[in-house]
């Protein structure tokens, strides 16, 4: 048996955008409900609305958008490739479902609880130990004060390791179909498949299962992410190249302005005498 890998937009979407069983399990094992009566018990799909994007990232962010019969609005991503204004995009569509609950002059109590899963194939917080990442408006001083409303969770796949949150095993055979399931497995562990969720969304991804011309365009995600990971990473080395190249001019021009020989300058930021001259 031949399987896709569930992060791509194709799987994703057939998974957790076709079958609104599986989204209801997957996000009551990922969101940080306090108690069982915050679980979801059914989810009706919601459209798609992404916001513009940036012409690096287009094609790199699959989501799905649900709703329970509470009205909690729930937006799930799968983010490929991680880029610096990612948390300002998701704090955009969240706030932007959050407030088109009510019509103007109506009131405020009627607004419900929108909560954010982002998954994120790339590691964002490198200085931190943990993988999963639980955002709330809260007082500085006071964390404990919190304004409701808004959820965000950011999960860093690459940090996940199945003995993490054992206590949780919904939430780790979840994190294990997204991690440990691509072209390259022929066989799924049977822990996997002894749960009936996750045995229903390992059928999903049997390659079999798929068209020829469904299968060119999951080879073509993948190349596009390929494509805008390069991209990003060039842009991103760019920009730290021309801040580095302006932070050594500041520094030529300071020196130059406190009167130090040019040679000296010269000696300590690499440039030459006729570009400390044009400064």
């Known amino acids: 048996m031949r399987y ?4 791509a937009d194709l799987t994703f979407k057939k998974v957790f955008g076709e079958h609104p069983d599986l989204v209801a399990s997957f996000l009551n094992a990922l969101l940080p409900f306090d108690s069982p009566e915050e679980r979801i018990e059914h989810v009706e799909y919601l459209p798609s609305e ?3 994007q940036t012409p690096l990232r287009k094609n790199s962010i699959v989501d799905v958008r649900c709703k329970d019969k509470r009205g909690r609005q729930f937006i799930v991503e799968m983010q490929m490739v991680w880029s610096s204004e990612f948390k300002q995009r998701v704090l955009f569509n969240a706030s932007k479902a959050y407030v ?3 019509a103007g002059g109506e009131d405020y109590e009627l607004l419900q609880p929108v909560y954010s899963l982002n998954l994120v194939n790339d ?5 931190l130990e943990g993988y999963y990442h639980n955002y709330r408006i809260v007082h500085v001083e006071h964390s404990d004060r919190i304004i409701e409303g808004l959820h965000f969770v950011f999960v860093e796949l690459p940090k996940f390791t199945p003995h993490t949150y054992k206590e949780k095993k919904m939430h780790v055979l979840w994190l294990r179909y997204l991690t440990e399931i691509d072209e390259k497995t022929r066989e799924v562990p049977q822990e996997l498949l002894d749960n009936p969720d996750i045995k229903k969304a390992v059928a999903q991804l049997e ?3 798929f068209t020829d011309a469904q299968l060119r365009g999951y080879e073509k995600f ?3 992410v390929s ?3 390069t991209l990003i990473n060039s842009a991103e080395r760019k920009g730290r190249a021309e801040g580095r190249a302006e932070g050594i001019k500041q520094t030529a021009r300071r020196m130059k302005a406190k009167g130090y020989p040019l ?3 010269s000696d300590v930021t690499g440039l030459t005498i006729a570009e400390i001259d044009l400064l």
Request: proline fraction near 11%; charged fraction near 35%; avoid cysteine.
């Open 4 to 7: 896709l890998n569930p992060k």
């Open 207 to 209: 390659e079999s299962a």
């Open 123 to 127: 590691i964002f917080e490198p200085e």
């Open 263 to 265: 040679a000296d300058i």
């Open 222 to 224: 993948w190349d596009t």
């Open 50 to 52: 992404l916001v513009p």
């Open 100 to 102: 088109r609950q009510i």
């Open 227 to 229: 494509v805008e990971k």
